[in-house]
């Protein structure tokens, strides 16, 4: 298998592919590391610069790999990328990569832990077998650690403060050496004296394998403080002495740690070195002694896969897909990650070969569910539902045998309301009773009421269409003949009727369906009838009834213009809408252009009654001398009831 690996940890951008061959050797198609020269002037890796320089220059990187590979992403296997440990920032840059190619090229994505590719590294170069007695110095890490297989880890010693390499970095600055100092100090130690200077050795002796190296570092400032200023030859012996106190505390470390890999494991199948420390030659001379004194085979794999680098990364996640552990694309970036936390983790994680099995298997047929042919009724087809199955909404959905009752209760109302030509309405009412509470059967539904006769209009049409309740008590309606728009009142002593607006007539008026001669006609009617109205003032408690009615935009000859004068307000009207205005009846459409037909006031006996009509539903601007306030609309109180003398 091919794996892509992505390095971003600390101050390495990496990338590189490596096959994974199926009796399980390794090999390194391409690995490209590209060293962050920036820090150098700081003296330590300064997190946001690296992760920065991880942005600019990681696709790059990736793609010089994938070049010098040979392959294309979708040729691969399995996306890996450091998750964790080390600086935030970078592995965050890494993963979210990983994470954009796995997605696009759909392929897996393994997130790697920085440690287990370290460890994993041995059997990369040698093909070690486990368990093994891994020994990681770095940077940020300092640990003797049993490698028992692939996710799982058992520390047996760590350092209690300062890890190896930190140290080395520190000591480098104290002498005024370069970053990185591991290799500054190794190569000035080679030209020193380290019988000159005595540094302790701390925590040697001790029976359990950890390390601590503060205490060294802090004799190392003493040492140089005592002869300062420092020449060449005084740093050369300084280094020498403190990376000969490191070669005895590593030494004895190690074999402290052996033995109680013994006790715990048995023999372990080699000692391993891996980590930025282990590229030190004088360490892994003094370790290969050490290993040989005790009778444990060295593996010490080439110094450019001891530090950070893609190929380990690869490699790991090579052999976490072989043994199929996966990672979704919600795997975090972590700033910590102990081994001994990703050992718990393995454990607990599903294998690859049980997420290629269906997510869930067919849900089998509902044995309780009837026949469909036991459903079928005329004009509608079968439906099937499962039991505890919800809609979109959040609706649960009844057990199949009672949602076909519902179902077959409103295919017979469908057929009953054909033949009777009942109202659609009812067919909403009844789908609502029969799907909304399907545990109730058809025949115990209540009954709908009947429709009570005090609310049938006269005139209407027998379809049901324009219908509007009104009390029985209220006079008959008057039908307006089809393509003559609404009717009107015969006179405006009488209290006006709601109309019916016949299915062929439009419902918006002043559309272009109403010709300008027809309007003409209807406001010439409704001069007439104003004209002929006896001028009494009607009781105020019976509230008015609305009539709507269009003006056209212009006039066509001067009968109209004389009708829209006559029609048009002439009184300013302040009292509100709450006011003077009663609500609508049911059904009534709110959005339709009305008019109002107005008594005379009673202190005005002898003035013609008016009609205001409301300028946004005629699209007729109010005239110039009526006031400001009258451009909103607002409503007249209508006439009430004529009184019980004649007219």
């Known amino acids: 298998m091919l794996v892509l690996g992505i390095e971003t940890t600390c101050d390495e951008t990496a990338a590189a592919v490596v096959r994974r061959h199926d009796d399980g050797r390794g090999e390194i198609?391409?690995?490209v590391v590209l060293s962050q020269a920036a820090h150098a002037a700081y003296g330590g890796v300064v997190p946001e610069i690296a992760a920065r320089?991880?942005?600019?220059?990681?696709?790059?990187?990736?793609?010089k790999a994938m070049v010098?590979?040979?392959?294309?992403?979708?040729?691969?296997?399995?996306?890996?990328?450091?998750?964790?440990?080390?600086?935030?920032g970078g592995v965050i840059v890494g993963l979210t990569t990983a994470k954009a190619i796995a997605l696009v090229a759909e392929r897996p994505l393994i997130a790697v832990n920085h440690l287990e590719a370290h460890a994993l590294t041995a059997r990369l170069t040698d093909d070690t077998p486990f368990p093994y007695c891994l020994f990681l110095a770095s940077g940020g890490h300092t640990q003797i650690v049993a490698v028992r297989d692939v996710g799982d880890y058992v520390r047996l010693g760590t350092t209690l403060d300062d890890a190896l390499g930190e140290a080395f970095d520190k000591a480098a600055k104290l002498l005024g050496l370069g970053y990185p100092g591991g290799p500054e100090v190794e190569h000035a130690a080679a030209r020193g004296d380290a019988k000159r200077f005595f540094l302790p050795r701390p925590m040697v002796g001790r029976a359990q394998p950890d390390f601590s190296l503060s205490g060294l570092k802090t004799a190392l400032r003493i040492e140089a403080e005592k002869v300062a200023p420092l020449s060449d030859h005084d740093v050369a012996d300084l280094c020498a002495a403190f990376q000969d106190a490191v070669l005895d505390i590593v030494t004895d470390r190690l074999r402290v740690g052996l033995r109680v890999f013994r006790e715990r494991f048995g023999r372990p199948t080699a000692l391993v070195i891996a980590g930025g420390v282990a590229a030190n030659q004088q360490i892994r001379h003094a370790i290969s002694r050490a290993a040989f004194g005790l009778g444990t085979p060295l593996v010490a794999p080439p110094a450019a896969l001891c530090t950070d680098n893609?190929?380990?990364?690869?490699?790991?996640g090579a052999e976490r897909l072989a043994r199929g552990l996966t990672d979704t694309l919600e795997a975090s970036p972590r700033a910590r990650w102990p081994?001994?936390?990703?050992?718990?983790?393995?454990?607990?994680?599903?294998?690859a070969e049980a997420l290629q099995s269906p997510v869930a298997p067919p849900r089998e047929a509902d044995e309780q569910a009837p026949d469909p042919a036991d459903t079928e009724v005329e004009g509608v087809a079968p439906v099937t539902m499962e039991p505890g199955d919800a809609d979109p909404a959040g609706i649960e959905i009844a057990p199949a045998e009672q949602a076909a009752d519902g179902i077959v209760a409103v295919a017979a109302d469908m057929q009953a309301m054909q033949q009777s030509k009942e109202p659609a309405t009812s067919l909403a009412e009844t789908a609502s009773e029969d799907i909304f509470r399907p545990g109730e059967e058809a025949d115990q539904?209540?009954?709908?009421?009947?429709e009570p006769p005090e609310q049938a209009i006269a005139g209407a049409p027998e379809d049901g269409s324009g219908l509007l309740d009104e009390p029985a008590a209220r006079p008959e309606k008057a039908t307006a003949p089809a393509g003559e728009g609404r009717g009107l009142p015969e006179a405006a002593a009488e209290r006006v009727p709601e109309t019916t607006l016949p299915p062929e007539t439009p419902e918006v008026l002043g559309e272009s369906a109403v010709s300008l001669s027809e309007a003409a006609n209807l406001l010439a009617q409704a001069a007439d009838s104003l004209a002929s109205a006896p001028h009494e003032t009607a009781p105020a408690h019976e509230p008015e009834s609305p009539v709507a009615m269009a003006a056209p935009a212009q006039?066509?000859?001067?009968d109209l213009a004389d009708a829209i004068e006559r029609l048009l307000p002439a009184t300013d009207q302040t009292e509100s809408w709450d006011e003077r205005a009663a609500p609508s009846p049911p059904g009534a459409n709110s959005d339709e252009s009305r008019a109002e037909v107005a008594k005379p006031p009673s202190d005005a006996p002898h003035e013609q009654a008016e009609t205001h009509l409301l300028p946004e539903a005629t699209g007729t601007k109010p005239p110039a001398s009526e006031p400001a306030e009258t451009a909103s609309?607002?409503?007249?109180?209508?006439?009430?009831?004529?009184?019980?003398?004649?007219?």
């Not at 040979?70 to 600086?87: K, T, Y």
């Not at 081994?339 to 294998?351: F, I, K, N, S, Y």
């Not at 607002?634 to 004529?642: D, G």
């Open 339 to 351: 081994l001994q936390q990703l050992t718990a983790e393995t454990a607990e994680m599903p294998r």
């Open 68 to 88: 010098e590979a040979g392959q294309s992403f979708h040729s691969l296997d399995g996306i890996a990328a450091a998750a964790g440990p080390g600086l935030i």
């Open 310 to 316: 893609g190929a380990i990364i690869a490699w790991a």
């Open 445 to 450: 539904r209540p009954e709908r009421p009947a």
């Open 53 to 63: 320089a991880h942005v600019d220059m990681l696709d790059m990187v990736i793609a």
């Open 29 to 31: 198609l391409a690995n």
């Open 633 to 647: 609309p607002q409503p007249v109180e209508a006439p009430a009831t004529p009184s019980s003398e004649p007219g």
């Open 555 to 558: 006039a066509e000859d001067a």
